[in-house]
């Protein structure tokens, strides 16, 4: 009987991380799964899949930076704002006549330039918590964009600037079609995402990441200069929101000044869809690529299906407390005792 | 050993304030190779912040320490790591999230290159823990399982394993049996009575007669942040030490 006990924890013991790191995914399958049923001709014809790339490009970036920061126990609720005014000082500096190759560096510098004053704000300025920096940031950058464009959109970027969101890899050399070509932001996203991946996995600084969100007076203790790691972290955020906006500088042609509004809110959800844990330490790169794909995909199968843009808030809420209750549910497993 | 050889570690003077609060004033304490300190008091005493002047958590307003005869000025825990000074906190400061091995090399993990990259060293790491939790006899599952994983007298064997995974000359342990059950209380002591043994210094900051009677060799009590006596063991009882706690001679 012990022994059959004994058995069946380490079985327990086994499977539960495969669970926590791989469940996910489990849901996305399912989800293209149903997608497929509900539409076979439409949904994994390449024309689409590719379309689900292209739309999810640049908040799968503002997801990634606001999953390191929801890994330190922080929150960035000004990446959109970031996207925004990256964005509207990049169109600034084409209009100008600036060479392309500044004009794509502008808001990559911009964005960082942004996360590090979060960082420094958060810790020199020890506000009592991220989310209060951050929220004050959302009106600033984006007030700052709207003042340097002076609130109207500013339109027509060339072709090396539009290259990351606009540009297409063509496949006929596979044979393939001449409509199946690659569009480079999903390259962008793989490149980006495996750098992160490794970076947060393989490196000390990422080590150090997850130990300031498992407990940072064990960090502190540990030697681990927590300020310096999260001033890192919350710079990295806003450099990913540039290069999301350079992304949406491709894909639109346009500086806008709605560029980015809430989308703080879809990259948060990505990140708790994907199994992040608000109280820090817990998730993952993967996990947050699914959490981005799933809510890319929900929205393009809706679209497909002419559901309304109304359902689609109450199905992506719902899908939000649902993933989260089936983490309660398995950690309740996973800490029994 | 005997008291007459240098001290590995020596605090002449310590003062601390926190704005207009005198935690500390004007303290002395040393510790010797291979001898257990134990160090008493009431609660708000001021031990817990002589350890963190110690662990160079805090600075000291006045007063110095000497490491082994030289006098050093901690600015982080990275300095008084770096001497060999290691401290295991009452708190435990582990990171639940993480796996024994990484908690335990956390902050100091082993990194291979590859080509221009730093990789952390999984394998070395793995195998640095197993090879130390054996010397300290030492048992979990796996060096892979997660901290938050543990019972409570585990993770302060992982907390103790932490602090003497690099050649520590000295460790501080601030309150190492609270929170344990009495069964892993013997189990804690054990590993102090080892790690004497192999010439480490080691300070104890205990509100159990019993911890400080079975390890200690020399105890000293602490009231309202200052000095207030100090003996060594053979030559007190635990009623006198009793009466220290509450201020009585």
């Known amino acids: 009987m012990e022994d059959k006990d004994k058995k069946i924890e380490s079985l327990h013991l086994k499977l539960i991380p495969y669970f926590e790191k791989y469940g996910i995914l489990l849901l996305l399958v399912l989800m293209i799964l149903v997608m497929h049923i509900l539409q076979p001709d439409v949904f994994l014809s390449w024309r689409n899949v590719t379309n689900v790339f292209k739309q999810i490009s640049w908040q799968s970036m503002l997801a990634l930076g606001v999953f390191m920061v929801i890994v330190t126990a922080g929150i960035d ?37 942004c996360g590090l004053f979060n960082g420094l704000g958060i810790t020199l300025l020890r506000m009592p918590h991220p989310f209060i920096m951050t929220l004050g940031t959302l009106y600033i950058f984006r007030g700052a964009g709207n003042l340097i464009s002076g609130g109207t959109p500013i339109s027509g970027f060339t072709d090396e600037v539009r290259y990351l969101g606009h540009g297409r890899i063509d496949l006929q050399w596979l044979g393939l079609e001449k409509s199946q070509y ?22 000390k600084t990422g080590k150090w990441i997850y130990a300031i969100g498992g407990n940072p007076n064990a960090a502190r203790a540990s030697g681990i200069n927590v300020n310096k790691i999260l001033i890192i972290v919350y710079s990295l955020c806003g450099f990913l929101s540039g290069i999301g906006a350079l992304i949406l500088a491709g894909r639109t042609d346009s500086g806008y000044p709605n560029a980015g509004l809430q989308s703080e809110l879809d990259a948060i959800a990505a990140c708790i869809i994907g199994g992040a844990s608000f109280f820090g330490g817990r998730g993952t790169v993967l996990g947050v690529f699914a959490g981005v794909m799933i809510m890319g995909i929900l929205r393009n199968g809706l679209n497909l299906m002419d559901v309304s843009s109304f359902w689609q808030q109450v199905l992506i809420g719902s899908i939000i407390v649902l993933a989260v209750y089936i983490d309660v549910l398995r950690r309740d497993i996973g800490t029994r005792k | ?52 002047v110690l662990s160079g958590l805090y600075k000291p307003s006045a007063g110095s320490l000497f490491f082994q005869g030289k006098e050093e000025i901690l600015e982080s825990p990275r300095d ?11 708190d435990l400061a582990l990171a639940g999230n993480l796996p024994i091995g990484e908690n ?71 309150e190492p049996t609270a929170a344990l059950a009495i069964k892993e209380v013997g189990k804690v002591l054990d590993l102090i009575n080892s790690l004497k043994k192999t010439g480490v210094g080691v300070i104890v900051i ?40 509450m201020g009585k001679k």
């Open chain 1, 182 to 203: 690659l569009p480079v932001s999903l390259v962008l996203i793989a490149i980006v995402y495996i750098i992160f991946w490794i970076f947060l996995n393989k490196s």
């Open chain 2, 104 to 174: 335990i090399f956390l902050g100091r993990e082993p990194t291979k290159n590859l080509g221009f990259l730093k990789l952390l060293d999984f394998n070395k790491i793995k195998e640095l823990t197993n090879a130390h939790l054996d010397k300290l006899k030492i048992n979990v599952k796996s060096a892979d399982q997660k901290v938050e994983e543990l019972s409570g007298g585990q993770r302060q064997a992982v907390a103790i394993a932490r602090s003497t995974a690099f050649n520590a000359k000295v460790v501080i342990m601030d």
């Open chain 2, 206 to 245: 205990s509100h159990r007669m019993d911890d400080i009677f079975t390890v200690c060799d020399r105890v000293m009590a602490l009231f309202q942040g200052t000095n207030f006596a100090e003996s060594s063991l053979s030559n007190t009882s635990r009623d006198e030490v009793i009466g220290w706690i």
């Open chain 2, 80 to 90: 008084s790591q770096n001497l060999g000074l290691e401290m295991v906190y009452q």
């Open chain 1, 77 to 113: 609720l000004s990446v959109g704002s970031i996207m925004m005014l990256s964005l509207m000082i990049l169109a600034v500096v084409a209009k100008a006549g600036a060479p392309w190759f500044i004009v794509v560096l502008t808001p990559l510098i911009a964005g960082f330039l």
């Open chain 2, 1 to 52: 050993m005997s008291s007459t050889s240098n001290p590995l570690l020596e605090a002449k003077g310590i003062t601390k304030y926190f704005g207009t609060i005198t935690a500390l004033e004007n303290v002395n304490l040393k510790v010797h190779a291979g001898e257990c300190l134990g160090v008493v008091g009431d609660n708000g005493a001021g031990k817990s912040t002589l350890m963190k």
